[in-house]
Each structure stands twice: as structure tokens, then as C-alpha cells.
């Protein structure tokens, strides 16, 4: 079978970092990039550059931009040998891109968040349904963290009992963004036009791993929203408390106003599972592979009663599992798996969509219930 011609639409940081190496490690055989897009000429023709090097290619892909008509946006949708696109744009410019490709017959694969708010979430998901899946197009949002293996390892280990019934979890981040950050620096983040900021932006990827973590859906939130860090509007914090459909509760803290990196450094971010019979932590950090080579991981420490043969507790159990992050590189794979007809189910729109619901939710409650499952059928 002959790979899969791509485009990439949108030159940022993330397209260039995560994006380009992930399509790398996939390989010639699977997608062959055609084509990049951008708004500005330049960065086109940089991420073009990039591409070329990282990818190995005997000559850069197509240059588009929106300063010449002939190479523009409609005209790199126009192109037969072009199956599929990337979209990896501003959150508020994405949906009216996943719509312009969805109507030019190409499959999409659209960064989180799904879009800016529910509302117009629901709206694409059911255009997307109505009109191009049943023409056989396939489109999935791109959420690293819910095909990360480590997320999906104490997803299994949180159902089989091995902890026995979770009882209550708790997810913390902190962060720290300086305004020299390249994160910051990117204009559309600096001022954005969209609820939440960066907790929308990046808040998201903790609400899917919890997602596919938790034995149980979390169906009702409460809480508060507040801005600590005057560059970082509207909001950079989020605190609430949570309940599951199965009665267990949590608390989830996310936050990208640290006053100083510390704040975040000592915070013992993570994920915590706790059960009846032990807990489960999943972390982020550096491991290394048996040569000694650097890399990034995540850890699933799983702790649990130990009893001796009459039943009595004598102690507690502990393992660790490490996985290598790689999340970008398996949703690129899923996606083009599905497009050959093998779908695992994995970037759901719906799903992303619950994902943005949570953050919605979390900047709105005011210390008042929401309920996450009637936000979604609005």
C-alpha cells in the first residue's frame, strides 16, 4: 500500500517539535508529507525546512501561505495526492480549517482542543456526523495524553481490581510560565481570544487522562477560577472538587500562575488513583535506556496491601512502571490506522469535547455544581 500524501497546516512550535519527529519515527512507508501551510510565507518555508532535514527528504514539501493566491490554503486542499491534513492552528482559527478540509474530501486530524468552547464543539461534531462521516471521512482530534501507554497501563491497572474499587483520585499541576517562555511568546497565546487561556490550551491533556484513567466517568464538578499572574489572562488557575458516575471523588488542581519556578518544581505534580486495597501515582519526568541515553518518561507506581497467609496486612507492595513518552507519535499512527479502516477508537471528537466541557465547566461553577453530562448534550 502506498503511504498516505499529507499536509501539515499550521507552522508553530508544536508542528515543528512534536509533529515532524513523530512522522519521522512512523516512516516513509506509512505518510509521505506533501505540503505544509501557514498564514505568513516565512514561516512556511521554515517549517518546510525543518520537515526536509528532519524527515529526510530529498527536497522540501510544497510551500502555502495566505500571500499568494495560486499557493494558498484552497489551493493545497485542491490537490488529489493530498489524503489527509494536520491541523495545528490558533484554537479559535481550527474549526472553520477542520471544515474546510472536511468539504474538500480530506481526512483531518485537528489539534486539542477540539474548539474554543462546547457549544461550538457540539456544533462541528454534528456537521461532522451529518454530512462527512457518512461520506467515509475520517476525523479525529490529536490528544496525546489519551493514547500515552502509561495513562492507559493505570487505566488497566485502576479497572482490574488490583487496587480494588477506586475510592477517590486527585490530579495536580502547576506550572510556571514565564513571559520569556516560547509558550508565552507565541502571539495568539500572549493575548488570547478564547476562555481560559492556557488552562484551556493545556488543561485539556489532564482532563483526558483522567478520562481514560478512571474506571468511572466524572459526571459533576465544583469550584473556582481566578487569575494569578496579570500577563496570563483571563484565568490561569483552576481549583475544583469532583464526583464520578460510581460515587467516587476527586480533586483537580491545575495551574500555569506559579509565582516562581519552584512553585512548580516541589509541587509533586501528578496523578493520583487511590482504592481500597492501595493507590496508584503517575508522574512525568527522565529515565534512562540501557545504553545510558536520556529520555523522556512517565512512572505508574503502583502500591498496594501486602497480607500474609491468614489474611493479616503485614505491609504494602510496590512496582513501577516506566514508559516512554510518545503519545504524538501513536495518535499520528491511530489516525492513519483509521483511515486504512482500523479504528481503535482513540481521538474521539466527542471525547475531546468532554475534555473541554471540564475546563468550561471549571472556569464558570463559582463554587455551584455543574453537571458535565447535560453540558455536552446541550
Known amino acids: 500500500m502506498s503511504p498516505a500524501g499529507l499536509a ?9 517539535e512534536a509533529h515532524l519527529p513523530a512522522i519521522a519515527t512512523l516512516g516513509a512507508s506509512l505518510v509521505e508529507l506533501k505540503a505544509v501551510y501557514s498564514r505568513s510565507e516565512k514561516s512556511a518555508k521554515q517549517l518546510a525546512e525543518d520537515a526536509q532535514g528532519i524527515l ?41 480549517i477542520v471544515r474546510k478540509a472536511l468539504a474538500a474530501g480530506k481526512h483531518v ?7 474554543p468552547d462546547v457549544a461550538g464543539g457540539l456544533e462541528l461534531i454534528k456537521e461532522f456526523e451529518s454530512t462527512y462521516k ?20 493505570a487505566g488497566k491497572i485502576a479497572r482490574s481490581g488490583q487496587i480494588g474499587k477506586v475510592t477517590s483520585y486527585n490530579a495536580r499541576v502547576v506550572n510556571h510560565v514565564p513571559k520569556d517562555s516560547k509558550w508565552y511568546k507565541t502571539p495568539w497565546r500572549t493575548v488570547p481570544d478564547y476562555q481560559g487561556g492556557f488552562l484551556l ?39 475544583v472538587t469532583t464526583k464520578s458516575e460510581d460515587g467516587s471523588h476527586g480533586i483537580v488542581e491545575l495551574t500555569f500562575g506559579a509565582p516562581v519556578p519552584s512553585r512548580s518544581s516541589l509541587a509533586n505534580n501528578g496523578i493520583t488513583i487511590t482504592g481500597t486495597k492501595g493507590w496508584i501515582f503517575i508522574n512525568q519526568g527522565k529515565s534512562t535506556d540501557p545504553n545510558g541515553n536520556a529520555f523522556n518518561a512517565f ?24 514508559e516512554r513518552v510518545q503519545g504524538v507519535e501513536l495518535e499520528l499512527k491511530s489516525f492513519f490506522a483509521a483511515i486504512a479502516g482500523k479504528d481503535d477508537g482513540f481521538g474521539s471528537p466527542l471525547g475531546a469535547l468532554k475534555d473541554v466541557a471540564f475546563i468550561q465547566a471549571g472556569l464558570n461553577s463559582n463554587g455551584q455544581p455543574v453537571d458535565l453530562v447535560k453540558l455536552v448534550q446541550q
Open 201 to 239: 490550551d493545556g488543561g485539556v491533556h489532564t482532563i483526558a487522562a483522567l478520562r481514560v484513567i478512571l474506571p468511572s466517568p466524572i459526571v459533576s464538578l465544583s469550584g473556582y477560577a481566578s487569575l494569578n499572574q496579570e500577563y496570563l489572562p483571563p484565568h490561569d488557575t483552576i481549583n
Open 8 to 16: 501539515i497546516l499550521g507552522a508553530g512550535i508544536f508542528a515543528k
Open 134 to 153: 457518512p461520506k467515509g471521512l475520517i476525523w479525529r482530534v490529536a490528544e496525546n495524553y489519551e493514547v500515552e501507554p502509561a495513562y492507559l497501563a
Open 56 to 96: 529526510k527528504l530529498n527536497e522540501s514539501p510544497s510551500v502555502y501561505h495566505d500571500g499568494d493566491q495560486n499557493a494558498n490554503l484552497d489551493a493545497l486542499l485542491a490537490r488529489s495526492d493530498i489524503a489527509a491534513v494536520i491541523v495545528v492552528l490558533p484554537i479559535t482559527l481550527q474549526p472553520s
Open 299 to 322: 512512572f505508574v507506581t503502583v502500591r498496594t496491601v501486602k497480607k500474609d497467609e491468614e489474611g493479616k496486612d503485614i505491609g504494602e507492595t510496590e512496582e513501577t512502571l516506566v
Open 109 to 115: 486530524l485537528s489539534e486539542k482542543p477540539v474548539a
